[in-house]
């Protein structure tokens, strides 16, 4: 079975020698050229008829034509202005449920997208991310767009690695505690640089993240309980009274959230699971 008539080197270098274009680092660009991985993006993503998906740099559409085989529509969002005309060949055989806006992933919302107003949102977010804004935009995204159910995305593996860290690991920090107010990692799969075109210089992973983190009681906002998790994790070396002291927050009303909830103040932030960081978080706004 082919998921993409594009994944493999020879489809790939005709589109791009067709189009006079060259691999462009600066924008992230490796392309995929591995069908089965493309196939187990897929398979891991869950796509259904009715889904409609967010993608972020969709390149010359290898993942994108994959999805759009499967799903009511595709709303991706490229920045390399002259890849435009690139999507608009590749994706041609399903160009009426192909909704490509131009643009910063950074900036674009719900109400930036081509199909607002004509689809309902995107409910998943799939994706082979630009690496040097994978992170962000993962959690930007879980934020952003309230009506996405999950993320199904390629990442560097040490970005995979963070995001599915566990308390008191080296790797477990703000960015792992902060998601998890988001949302939970729901399946994992590596990926070796051989299969990109241009191989990377580092290991990949597709990582699933289901929404629906940690819960937060009645009027505590996850706003809140990250500014608590930024200030705990500014000085990692130190304790977490002292490291959210130096960084905003009281030391009276330090103490008082620490004896209420039972957490040590002398605990080291990396200890600390995302629940702790909410208990803190409503301690101290009480």
Aim: proline fraction near 6%; glycine fraction near 6%.
């Amino acid at each position: 079975m082919t998921y993409s008539r594009l994944a493999n080197i020879r489809e790939t270098r005709a589109v791009l020698e067709r189009f006079g274009l060259a691999t462009k680092h600066r924008l992230g660009q490796n392309f995929l050229v591995n069908d089965e991985v493309i196939g187990r993006i897929v398979e891991l993503a869950d796509l259904g008829c009715d889904d409609v998906v967010l993608e972020v740099g969709p390149g010359i559409g290898t993942l994108t034509v994959a999805m759009l085989a499967r799903v009511r529509a595709v709303c991706s969002v490229e920045a390399d202005r002259e890849l435009e005309s690139v999507l608009a060949e590749t994706c041609a055989d399903h160009s009426e449920k192909f909704f490509l806006t131009m643009g910063d992933a950074l900036r674009v919302g719900p109400q930036n997208l081509q199909a607002d107003g004509v689809l309902p949102p995107p409910n998943k977010f799939v994706s082979n991310l630009p690496y040097q804004v994978a992170a962000t935009l993962i959690l930007r995204n879980f934020e952003e767009f309230p009506s996405l159910e999950s993320a199904t995305v390629m990442v560097q593996a040490e970005v995979a690695d963070r995001i599915c860290a566990l308390p008191g690991s080296k790797i477990y920090g703000a960015y792992t505690a902060k998601l998890a107010l988001w949302a939970h990692p729901a399946g994992r799969f590596e990926v070796g640089p051989g299969n990109f075109m241009p191989p990377p210089h580092v290991d990949s992973a597709v990582v699933r993240l289901d929404r629906g983190g940690v819960s937060l009681p009645e009027g505590l906002s996850r706003a809140e309980v990250a500014a608590a998790i930024d200030a705990a994790f500014a000085q990692r070396r130190k304790t977490i009274r002292n490291s959210m002291s130096s960084n905003g927050f009281d030391k009276e009303a330090l103490d008082e959230a620490f004896a209420a909830t039972g957490i040590a103040p002398s605990a080291r932030a990396e200890t600390l699971a995302p629940s702790d960081f909410v208990r803190l978080a409503a301690a101290l706004k009480q």
